[in-house]
């Protein structure tokens, strides 16, 4: 586990800014957190590779709720913040690989 801004991120080689073992590029620093058990992985892969159940994405009846992690600046954005976001952190302007949102079924129950 790492602490990122405040916010716990699991993971396997969790870097300080959610970079992972299996997404390490310059823009992936998000992280998503996962309904199941409310805590943040920096991707889907690193959920199954270490939780010890099936991932649930995040809820729409809860996108009220933050739930994606900007690891570059520590900040929490709800679902339709970081939909809405055109792969820019809206607090610190980072770049988000866009190629995440390809994988949004993993993170997102919609
Ligand atoms: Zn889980
Ligand atoms: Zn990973
Ligand atoms: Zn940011």
Sequence with gaps: MRLVGETAVYGLEV?????CEHYRSERD???FQF?????YYPCFRCHAAVADHDAVGWPEARFDEP????????TTLTAPEYL???SRCP???ASF???????LEH???R
């Design 29 to 31: 620093v998000v992280a």
């Design 107 to 109: 993170y997102l129950e």
């Design 15 to 19: 870097g300080p800014d959610t970079r």
């Design 97 to 103: 690989n866009p190629g995440c949102k390809d994988h």
């Design 35 to 39: 309904a199941c058990c409310e805590r």
């Design 84 to 86: 809405d976001s055109d």
């Design 67 to 74: 739930s994606v992690l900007c690891g570059a600046c520590g």
């Design 91 to 93: 607090a610190c302007e």
